[in-house]
């Protein structure tokens, strides 16, 4: 089981971005996921996460201008932001909690690769 995180890029100060992270492989279901961050010089951060049922929290430092929201037939998680601000610059990194029920239940979380996104004039 592999995720692969999308979408970053450069941007202006005021811009939007849509970061996608899709789940590959077989024969699991994914609970929660969610996005989190790391400037550089500084710890990774939680942005955003989502259960399964689609219940939402968010960092104070983005809430109303970051949307995440998930499509659980496609196994993707996506992270709609905008009104960028310089200090959202960072790699991010989308997460998910897996769960496979046979041959026995295992449960395991799995990180993307980060994806950088760059927030400047």
């Known amino acids: 089981v592999q995720l692969q995180a999308s979408g970053g890029g450069l941007v202006q100060p005021g811009g939007s971005l849509r970061l996608s992270c899709a789940a590959s492989?077989?024969?699991?279901?994914?609970?929660?996921m969610g996005w989190h961050r790391q400037a550089p010089g500084k710890q990774r951060e939680l942005v955003a996460a989502?259960?399964?049922?689609?219940?939402?929290n968010y960092a104070d430092s983005v809430k109303g201008r970051f949307s995440i929201s998930r499509d659980n037939a496609k196994n993707t998680v996506y992270l709609l932001m905008n009104s960028l601000k310089p200090e959202d610059t960072a790699v991010y990194y989308c997460?998910?909690?897996?769960?496979?029920?046979?041959?026995?239940?295992?449960?395991?979380?799995?990180w993307g690769q980060g994806t950088q996104v760059t927030v400047s004039s």
């Open positions: 989502i259960t399964r049922g689609g219940s939402t």
């Open positions: 492989g077989r024969d699991f279901r994914i609970n929660d």
């Open positions: 997460e998910a909690d897996f769960l496979r029920l046979e041959p026995q239940p295992v449960a395991w979380r799995s």
